[in-house]
T-cell receptor, first 113, second 115 residues
Framework: GESVGLHLPTLSVQEGDNSIINCAYS??????FIWYKQESGKGPQFIID?????DKRQGQRVTVLLNKTVKHLSLQIAATQPGDSAVYFC????????????FGSGTRLQVQP | GAGVSQSPRYKVAKRGQDVALRCDPI?????LFWYQQALGQGPEFLTY????????KSGLPSDRFFAERPEGSVSTLKIQRTQQEDSAVYLC?????????????FGPGTRLTVT
């Protein structure tokens, strides 16, 4: 079936740099997208979401960009900190129909001090 | 407030044994989901409850997997005759809504190892 995927399995950045994590999705019917952060031994933690009627949404130090033309999502983390080290997943959903999230395989972000 | 809790956090089962995994969702949350997460992979959907009704079980991998939420609160995922391929982290998530756009709140998961 259609699923969400990620381009880079591991991203290593220096503390203080900006990080960009990318995600491609293939289900054109998806209209809601979420980024989750998962630390070792913990469940996924919500970071930020975006609906398909938007192309950008900002939170605290994070920005999500959505390009529906090429079915691409990105998560930008400003001034990356060691506490940002984790695995990041994008997930897609639909406001109607199937309620389940479809996750990608994840990108590991490593922040070097 | 209290988040989603799951128990046990770790479970080791011998092949062929039955296991039961418990999820306590956030109080008042209508929707409850179970996901399976293999090592190094993203979570994969297993089943969905709206209150006590199991509305979607399309992700359950075999008839050895069974889930229930009899009173619309606590849920149990049961795996019968466990196999090595069942080894994974089982995540539970809940949400206060059942329609529209909504976030799912995840528990810490139960790591199941089948030996």
């Amino acid at each position: 079936g259609e699923s969400v995927g990620l381009h880079l399995p591991t991203l290593s950045v220096q503390e203080g740099d900006n990080s960009i994590i990318n995600c491609a999705y293939s289900n054109s019917a998806s209209d809601y997208f979420i980024w989750y952060k998962q630390e070792s031994g913990k469940g996924p933690q919500f970071i930020i979401d975006i609906r398909s009627n938007m192309d950008k949404r900002q939170g605290q130090r994070v920005t999500v960009l959505l390009n529906k033309t090429v079915k691409h999502l990105s998560l930008q983390i400003a001034a990356t900190q060691p506490g940002d080290s984790a695995v990041y997943f994008c997930a897609e959903n639909m406001a109607t129909g199937r309620r389940a999230l479809t996750f990608g395989s994840g990108t590991r972000l490593q922040v070097q001090p | 407030g209290a988040g989603v809790s799951q128990s046990p956090r770790y479970k080791v089962a011998k092949r062929g044994q039955d296991v039961a995994l418990r999820c306590d969702p956030i109080s008042g949350h209508v929707s409850l989901f179970w996901y399976q997460q293999a090592l190094g992979q993203g979570p994969e959907f297993l089943t969905y409850f709206q209150n006590e009704a199991q509305l979607d079980k399309s992700g359950l991998p075999s008839d050895r997997f069974f889930a229930e939420r009899p009173e619309g609160s606590v849920s149990t995922l049961k795996i019968q005759r466990t196999q090595q391929e069942d080894s994974a982290v089982y995540l539970c998530a809940s949400s206060p809504l059942s329609s529209g756009y909504y976030e799912q709140y995840f528990g810490p998961g139960t790591r199941l190892t089948v030996t």
